[in-house]
């Protein structure tokens, strides 16, 4: 089942039936989900490892607590708080180790020197994401990444619009000063 397929109507029931103790309901649910927590994840820290790690934890509280969920609340943003948690626990824990070079962009058709400056473009980019605060780096990826709206945002980190909008322009800002000498390369 993917993510775009499921409506919000059968999304609540496979929440209902968790809620329930259905775990075929909850494994459909990790599933439609899984994938895409370990993207957020990866993009926070830029450790594949750290990524699995951090979406298993995640899942693993989000089944313990799925209880706890109040009606009408957000399953996405529920879920990407805990895993943003998660993540910061795996990596309080233990010192990451970046894995930067995992992604492949290249098209089968493109020349070697066209795939490695984008490879290099890439994870320029990964680093100067990777070196902002994790605060605003946190907000970028929910934002740019993974498409949530402000209100989302505000609502999965529990934090205000307002503190939403100023880490997200800290965000973009900071990275254009880093990224300047990339961009006025090409």
Not at 172 to 185: K, N
Request: overall charge negative; hydrophobic content about 45%.
């Amino acid at each position: 089942m993917m993510l775009e397929a499921v409506s919000v109507g059968d999304e609540s029931k496979l929440i209902s039936l968790a809620q329930e103790g259905d775990r075929q309901a909850f494994a459909e649910l990790v599933s439609l989900y899984r994938l895409r927590v370990i993207n957020m994840v990866y993009r926070m820290c830029g450790d594949a490892r750290v990524a699995e790690d951090a979406a298993q934890e995640a899942f693993i509280r989000v089944w313990q607590h799925l209880p706890d969920l109040r009606p009408g609340s957000s399953f996405r943003n529920w879920l990407y708080r805990i895993a943003v948690n998660s993540a910061l626990d795996i990596t309080r824990r233990e010192k990451p180790n970046v894995d930067i070079d995992s992604l492949d962009l290249a098209s089968p058709g493109e020349h070697l020197e066209v795939r490695l400056e984008r490879r290099e473009s890439a994870r320029e980019i990964r680093q100067a994401v990777l070196s902002l605060p994790h605060a605003s780096r946190v907000v970028l990826i929910l934002r740019e990444y993974e498409g949530l709206s402000y209100r989302e945002i505000a609502a999965t980190l529990d934090i205000s619009i307002g503190t939403v909008m100023s880490r997200l322009h800290y965000a973009r800002t900071r990275l254009v000063e880093i990224l300047r000498p990339l961009m006025e390369a090409t």
